[in-house]
């Protein structure tokens, strides 16, 4: 996992996600789901390539399930793009670099 993507859990999703200031790109996902793994490559070189305009969050729905739960996280992966606290975009299941990185341009 690059560096530049944090793990977030529901102890402190409130301080690293709805208070940031920069826009937070959130990926919730889980150890035994196929397609998270196949989207984690990306989302590492979205947040190399966003490093410094976006954060970049990982939360394992099987460990933060209050905070899945809060956001009707029904399927993953899930990726939830939050501007100023809300949620303004959204993509269920797997999809290209390309696409995600037109999910967070058109949120930011």
């Known amino acids: 996992m690059s560096d530049n993507v944090l793990n977030v859990g529901d102890a402190d999703f409130q301080d690293q996600v ?5 826009p937070v790109l959130v990926d919730f996902w889980a150890e035994w789901c196929g ?6 490559p990306i989302i590492d070189e979205l947040a190399e390539s966003y490093a410094g305009r976006v954060k970049v969050v990982k939360v394992n729905v099987d460990h933060a399930r ?13 990726l939830l ?3 100023d606290g809300e949620v303004k975009a959204s993509q269920v299941g797997m999809v290209g670099k390309a696409q ?3 999910l967070i341009d058109s949120a930011v």
Request: charged residues 15%; proline residues 7%; aromatic residues 6%.
């Open 18 to 22: 709805l208070a940031s200031e920069t």
């Open 35 to 40: 397609p998270c793994k196949m989207i984690a």
């Open 66 to 78: 209050q905070t899945a739960a809060k956001f009707g996280v029904r399927g993953i992966p899930t």
């Open 81 to 83: 793009v939050f501007k």
């Open 100 to 102: 995600l990185a037109q």
